[in-house]
């Protein structure tokens, strides 16, 4: 009796054990190397500041990132300070345009009890919010559209509730996660259209709408980089987020996530424009990167991480 009791024990222990590295630690982000050095105290769900990436002090170049280049920001800078060296403290920010935006119009950020009042010297999002900045506050003095992406849905691993695209998220048992319209971009400019245009208004209704109601819908707080946690920690089944994202988790050997495909009529494109600040504080730096992030080599990394070239073949 007692070595069976010591077997079930052992057999539960081994159970438990292996399930928890992935749930405690390695589906929290940052899911990328740092390009920092220090002691070490990122704490998953504790102490973690995914979004804010490399040197705050005094940086010699800071740049604002839509938050869906996370995977890759730590990469792409790495790589700019191996060719420019004399840059070699930058810092950059990931997260949704809106945000950013507003950082700037109110001289800093708060995250807990920190305050982030870097200026940026650059500053990324879709093509379209970039012309209306620019109209509006005329910040911009040189703009250059640098990556495009586009839609799809992540689901669990193997995608076992069967979504084969948009009209399979209005299921009503179906838990979904879903950028929230209010504060993201890729709600309001991206996913909504693609909804209304499979489906109608009714689909829109159905998933931004009456699922939420019903709370099987459930919108994200920060930006789409919580869907893939969500996902993983079982409080939803599926979400929408742009290709790259889903295409960088799905190719993560520990996390149980897959990417359904969108096809090219029912999905949305979006182009990624950086514009330097006309008050940037390290304009020759802010030129260098601008430079680089459009050249060969910003942009061979681009497509390591699934984006497409700023422009269509041809175009």
């Known amino acids: 009796m007692r070595n069976r009791m010591l077997r079930g024990v052992l057999v539960l222990w081994l159970a438990v054990s292996t399930a928890v590295p992935v749930m ?57 300070r191996r060719e420019h060296p004399a840059y070699r403290h930058l810092f950059a920010e990931t ?51 640098y990556a495009r992406n586009r839609l799809a849905i992540m689901t669990r691993k193997g995608n076992p509730d069967h979504i084969s695209g948009w009209a399979d998220l209005a299921g009503s048992s179906l838990k979904l996660c879903m ?30 709408r009456n699922k939420v109601k019903a709370k099987t819908t459930t919108l994200t707080r920060i930006h789409h980089r ?41 999905n949305h494109v979006v182009t990624y424009t950086a514009a330097i600040m006309r008050q940037a504080p390290h304009p020759k730096a802010a030129a260098a990167f601008l430079r680089f992030l459009t050249g060969p080599e910003g942009q061979a990394i681009y497509r390591r991480y699934g984006f497409m070239p700023p422009h269509p073949a041809g175009g």
């Open 24 to 80: 405690a630690g390695e589906i929290s982000p940052p899911w990328s190397r740092s390009m920092v050095n220090g002691v070490d105290f990122t704490v998953p769900g504790v102490d973690n500041d995914p979004d804010l990436h490399g040197d705050i002090n005094h940086p010699a170049l800071v740049i604002f990132f839509a938050g869906n280049q996370y995977m890759l920001v730590n990469d792409l800078l790495r790589t700019f």
């Open 179 to 208: 950028p929230n319209p209010a504060t993201e971009g890729i709600a309001s400019h991206a996913i909504i259209p693609a909804l209304r245009a499979s489906g109608g208004k009714q689909l829109v209704d159905d998933v931004y």
């Open 95 to 145: 997260l949704p345009p809106g945000v950013l935006s507003r950082q700037i119009r109110r001289g800093g950020l708060r995250i807990g009890n920190m305050r982030v009042a870097l200026k940026p010297d650059i500053y990324t999002a879709g093509k379209g919010r970039i012309r209306r900045l620019q109209k509006r506050y005329d910040w911009f003095r040189k703009r250059a559209d």
């Open 226 to 266: 919580q869907t893939p946690m969500m996902i993983m920690q079982g409080q939803c089944a599926a979400g929408a987020v742009w290709y790259t994202e889903a295409h960088f988790h799905a190719s993560i050997a520990h996390h149980p996530l897959s990417m359904v495909e969108i096809p090219p009529r029912q």
